[in-house]
Structures are given as structure tokens and as C-alpha cells.
């Protein structure tokens, strides 16, 4: 899923309409979290909220689209609070219940010469602030393309989990309406029940409260901040934000493959790369901020709320063992009341430059939505900052990361470096993983994404077969035609298997092909697979089968709860090579 901020948001043209919901007087309060005591006890501001924006297949009715609106909102208590300021000064703010009830579409003008995404961000930050009734706002982008809709919601009521959850739940709502029923979403345990649930928790243990010391002592007695300068950060400066795709998905597959390799994680192998790469650049451990979500129990998987608590990490051993360990560890660290365990310094002790790292990895939730078909987009507000926030995301296609910093020539080159270096690092690892070596009788080979400079050698490859010698031999711009159009589709992989000399040993076309049958299988289609003479009667042809086989399994693993099979099926009567056609159920 694309993770962008408003600024960068891809909208269409259109009319910009909005749903006012009427809203009760407070009623009963409801504990804080402390997340949520921070968050809001910085008072009304704009740019505090999160949105998940996504597409619509055909027109809807604005009728509709609020009744559904209206099931989403009753089904999740968060969405039905409000909160007030504090009565004293030494008090923090007070959550309230209140009832929320049907109320009408408004249309927020577009300027002369303004853009889309600038009225929808003056529209969210008006809404959506934490002392907003209600701080959530539906909005809908009317187009000659079909309707966009967005969600957005003051970020105290709200994590990345949660929007998913609204959009899910969102949409089973309006397929009901749009088909003539009563939207039938079941209440869902309240966010308030969570806040209280961890202060019922017991208060952490000595050991735990000694290592969160240790950490905030080494970093000045503040929280972790970005190892390197920032430049004019005592002042909050206006943000710059960096989106970048760090792996697609056939490196993401090999990365993740590596990660395995080594007895880690995906994200302990990134934790790897960052401590190396803040080591070479900045001579320091890697610190930071790591946010670690709380649904720690599958009761909370469906509700709507901002179920995150913050820990630390830190990772002075770039061996992976060591960061998995590092990660081990602040997920530990995370688990407890923090509101107890930060007494001693007044609460959390904040200063200019925090760095903080989020991970969330869309492929392992438990509730899904149809990102690509959607096109969703996570959006993030526009806000002034004086610190480091970097969020990763892993989803189908591969690993993509976000970065906020303030906006000046320090922070520029500083965290630009930074980014590069890691986004290089992952990169190498990836391109050098477990996943995309092959062992046959001895010798290493390499299976990678075949190059346009790679096609001659291909051709000649398939060419060397007694059934290929009889259809290859068209001109090479044609094959490189073809070559074109196989890259532009991501589900094609044409691969090209390359020797210990990094000369062309093999080839092989994989498709990835989604299917209804078979209760919606995923099939893996293989074809061209080629040997090259000198490597022919040592097994790696079958090495590249077995290879083409753990592909698919990994581009289908999002969407199977079972392990994939293997059914293959043999065309071609080739004795010099490989000439087969299979179809792999993935």
C-alpha cells in the first residue's frame, strides 16, 4: 500500500464533499491512554491526523454511503468519543461517550487555482483534531473516474491497523446497503476497554524499569534522537518528507529469504542494516523511538483505536542474532504501563531531534482489504517538526518506507545520507540473499531478474533445444519487444541464472497467475526453462524448478492459510535441456 502524506496524496479533479454528523454532549468520561494523555494534552493544532484515502469501482449513492458511514461508527466505541481539556492544570484531558446520529453532506469549495489535495488538508485539519466533535471526518472525492473516498481521524483515536479496519468494514457496509439490507456489523471491544485493561496490568518489573534507564541516560536523559546533526531543530521546522520503495517484491521475497537463512526476521535483517549503517556514518549505536502495537490478544483485532505503545530500541551489533535480540528486547520493553514505568522523568522526556522507527507489515494482519484494486493510500498530515519519524511498510508488493525530518540544509544532507546508505544496504543484502542462490555439485549460481542486455543470450539459449531450434530465429528487436512487455507486468519474472564467472548458465519465464478455481488457487506457470551446454546433466535444471516452485509459494503466502503443493507438467521431448511447461499451484 502506498504511504504518502497529503501533499503528495494522487488525487483526481473533482467536487469535495463531506459528511456532518451530529454529536451529543459528553457524557460519561472513559480512562486515557497514555499515549492518548501526550497526544491530546498538546491541544488543538492542525495536522494531527491520519487518513486512508481509496477508490470506489462504480458511483455510489451519498445516501448510502452514509448509512454505512453511520453502521462503521456505531459499531466502534473510539468513534464515539470526544474529548474535553483538562479541568486543572495539573490534570490531564478528559474522554467522554457521547452519541453520534445521522446529519448531512456539505461540499468544501475548491479555490481558484487551488489543489485538490491542499482543500482536502485545510478539510482534515479542521476536523480532525483532538478536541474535535467528532474529531473523524468522511469525505468524498466525486470524479468523472468514480468516487474517492476518504477517511481521516485525529490520530488519538486511530492507528494504521485501525484504518484498515474502518475501510474493511466500511465497505461490507455499503455492499449491504447498496443491496438492499441493514449493514449488520457486531460491536467490537472499545478502545477504552484496552486503556483499562493495561492499567490493570502488573507495574514492570525491576529489570525493566533499570534497562529503560539505562537507555535514556546514555541518550542525555531524553529519548533516543537522530545520530546525526539536524541543523536549526529548536524551532519547529517546516517537514520534508521522502517516500521510497526500498525492495519490489521479488527482492523483498529474496530479502525475507536471507532473513530466514540467518534464524531472524525481516525486520531484525533492517534493524541489522540500520545499526551498521549508523555505525559508518554517525560511530553510534542505533537508538530510537520503536512504537510497538498492543492488540496482544486477538480480542482487540477488529477494534478501532490507537493501540500502540512506545518503546526503545537499541541495536549496537549489526550481527542479525544481535538485532533480533535488540528487537526481543524493546518489544519486551513495551509491554508494560509506561505511565509508571516514565514517572520518574515527569513522563516521557522529549527533546528536538527524537528519532523514531514504526514497522508494520500489512502481509501478517489479520484484516485485509483489496489495496491494489482500491488503490488505497495511507496519508499522513503536513505538520511542523522538529524530529526524525521513519515508518516501514511490507505488503504484497515489497517493502516501501516513509520519512519525516524537518526541512533544512543539516537534516537534508544528514538523513538523506542516512536513508541512502540504508536503502543501498537492503538493497545489497537482498541482491546477495539465501534466496537467489543455487548449490548444484559444488558450484554457486545466481537466479536474478533477466536484463534487456541479457536477451540475445536468452534467445540463443532457447534457440538450443531440438523444438526450440524450429520457432526461435526472429529478429532481436522483436524478443526485445517482448522483453519489454514481460517487465512491465510485475506477475511475469523472467529470470536469467548466472555462473560463479556471472555467465548465463539458464533462463526461465514465471507467471504468476490468480485464479477463481481450486477455491481461488494461485497458480505458478512456468516456461522456457534452458540449460546452457556446460551445465547440462548436474541437476540445475531441477535446482531452478525447485527454485520457481518457493516463488510462487512466496508471491501466494498473503493469501493461503495452507502450505502449496507442487503439480507440474512436462511438454516437450528435449534431451539436450530443459523444455518443459508447468503449472504450479502456488
Known sequence: MRLTNVAHLRLPFGRLLGYDLTVGEP???????FDQGLHVGAGDRPGSWMALSFKLPEAVALDDLATAWLAVVARHGTLRTVFSPAAAPDEGPVLHEVEVGPGAWVEHPIAPGQAVNAALRDVLDAACTPYGRPSH????????????????????????????????DLLTSLAAVRAGEKPALPPTPTFAEHTQSLRDRPAAPEEVRRRWEEIITDGGGVMPRFPMPLGEVTTLQRERVEVRDVLDVDDCAAFSAEARDRGVSTLALVVSSMTEVTQRLAEQPLRAVFPVHSRYEPTWHDSVGWFITNSVLESADPDPRASAAAVKEAVQMGSWPLADVLAPWGGMPVAPGMFAISWLDLRRLPVRVDSAGLEAQYVGAEILTDGVMLWFILDESGLHLRCRYPDTDEARR?????????????????????????????????????????????????????????????ELPRYEAAYDAITRDSSHYLAVVRDARDEVAGTM????????????TTR????????APAHRGRGLGTAMLSWAHDHGAAAARPWRSSPPTWRARRRGRSTRGWATRSRTPA
Open 27 to 33: 457524557g460519561r468520561a472513559l480512562p486515557v491512554s
Open 137 to 168: 471526518r468522511l469525505c468524498v472525492l466525486q470524479t468523472a473516474a468514480g468516487p474517492t473516498v476518504v477517511v481521516g481521524a485525529d490520530h488519538a483515536h486511530t492507528d494504521m491497523w485501525s484504518m484498515l479496519v474502518i475501510a474493511r
Open 414 to 474: 544528514n538523513v538523506g545520507a542516512w536513508l541512502d546508505a540504508l536503502v543501498d544496504h537492503v538493497g545489497a543484502h537482498a541482491r546477495a540473499s539465501a534466496g537467489g542462490r543455487l548449490v548444484v555439485d559444488g558450484e554457486v549460481f545466481r537466479v536474478m531478474r533477466a536484463q534487456r542486455t541479457d536477451v540475445g543470450a536468452l534467445v540463443a539459449l532457447l534457440a538450443d533445444d531440438p523444438i526450440g531450434a524450429t520457432r526461435e530465429g526472429a
Open 509 to 520: 519465464q514465471l507467471t504468476i497467475v490468480p485464479g477463481l478455481s481450486r477455491g481461488g
Open 524 to 531: 505458478l506457470q512456468v516456461e522456457g526453462v534452458r540449460v
